[in-house]
């Protein structure tokens, strides 16, 4: 008989998380990230901290080429022009054809209308996992007009039914981030509460997040189990970092620290966050 699940969730187990956990570690997944440039260096960095490896491949004569090659992709809308969007294109499209997983990040989408209209288009690619706040998922989804910039104006539980829609139109998870996150997957829904609010104060901590997403939906094949272990890593490293770091600058470094030092019984003994 199965040990019972330490987790409040019929939907992802505490076993599922450990499990993938270990899996990212072993397998040292490939990621592929065309982000933003601004958070670039964090998000290589939190990308090791796991044991995966980054690269940050993001040229229209390249993208689609190591796409298919990478373990899995990032697609991070935040710094966009022309040349970067048709570079995510060819790279979303590569990694659906070869099978990757890939995560869409929508960052800032339903406020402005060009990388609105961008991430609408890579819909198509079917992602693997969108993941942003509130405000970008109700956007993308053209359930709202978007947040201030990359700030929410919604809260995550608004977003509920937004994430269902897309979920259902692109097969995939949509992950709503907030004070609880809710990850949707089809008919399966799972809360991750914990974290700390100095991840709101450290530049590129949510945009790292798409990136461990992708790593982690590289090793472990149900998407939400991939995703929720993702968040319930980067929550238990935020809880032990604010622990010996109160300012942001200190945060930001203990964050990473923690991020390498969280293992599957780390990931396994906090499962109660889930939901």
Avoid at 12 to 33: H, N
Avoid at 86 to 94: D, E, F, I, R, T
Avoid at 109 to 130: C, K, M, N, S
Wanted: charged fraction near 15%; hydrophobic fraction near 50%.
């Amino acid at each position: 008989m199965a040990a019972p699940s330490t987790t409040g969730s019929t939907t992802v187990s505490a076993q599922d998380v450990a499990r993938a956990r270990e899996a990212v570690a072993q397998g040292a997944p490939l990621v592929q990230c065309l982000t933003n440039s601004v958070v670039q260096t964090i998000t290589a960095n939190a990308l090791l901290a796991v044991g995966a490896a980054p690269a940050m491949v993001d040229n229209v004569h390249e993208s689609a080429a190591f796409a298919a090659l990478a373990s899995a992709v990032l697609v991070n809308v935040g710094t966009l022009d022309e040349t970067k969007a048709q570079a995510m294109a060819l790279a979303a499209g590569s990694a659906r054809e070869h099978g990757r997983p890939w995560v869409l990040d929508p960052v800032a989408v339903g406020g402005l209308e060009f990388r609105t209209r961008i991430a609408r288009g890579l819909l198509d690619h079917a992602p693997t996992v969108v993941r942003g706040n509130a405000s970008e998922v109700m956007g993308l989804a053209g359930a709202g007009a978007g947040g201030r910039g990359v700030d929410a104006t919604d809260g995550a539980e608004d977003a509920v039914e937004a994430a269902r829609e897309l979920s259902a139109r692109t097969g995939g998870v949509v992950a709503v981030s907030g004070p609880v996150d809710v990850l949707v997957h089809g008919e399966r829904t799972v809360r991750v509460s914990g974290g700390h609010v100095l991840l709101t104060r450290t530049t590129g901590a949510g945009c790292s997040l798409g990136a461990l997403v992708a790593a982690y939906a590289s090793a472990e094949p149900d998407p939400l189990v991939a995703t929720a272990a993702a968040h319930l890593h980067v929550a238990v490293a935020a809880e032990r970092a604010a622990a010996r770091a109160d300012r942001p600058g200190s945060f930001a470094i203990a964050w990473l620290d923690e991020l390498d030092a969280v293992g599957p019984q780390d990931v396994r003994d906090g499962a109660g966050r889930l939901a």
